[in-house]
């Protein structure tokens, strides 16, 4: 049976799914754009500055920045 959940459950479940939802997105439009991303091998300290830079470069292309 499933178990009914209570409003402040169901919201928490709801606001979660929507930053994953933009987390997946986030992801999978650096992986389409920057190839290079989908079989990265580097050191793990440097992956996330590797990362940042394709993000910044993603919104400049998308005018996000100027």
Request: hydrophobic share 40%; charged share 25%.
């Amino acid at each position: 049976d499933g178990q009914v959940l209570d409003v402040d459950t169901r919201t928490r479940n709801a606001l979660l799914r929507g930053l994953r939802c933009l987390g997946e997105r986030g992801f999978a439009l650096l992986t389409g754009r920057w190839r290079s991303l989908r079989h990265l091998t580097a050191n793990p300290s440097k992956i996330g500055d590797i990362v940042k830079a394709a993000l910044v470069l993603t919104h400049f292309e998308h005018g996000k920045i100027a």
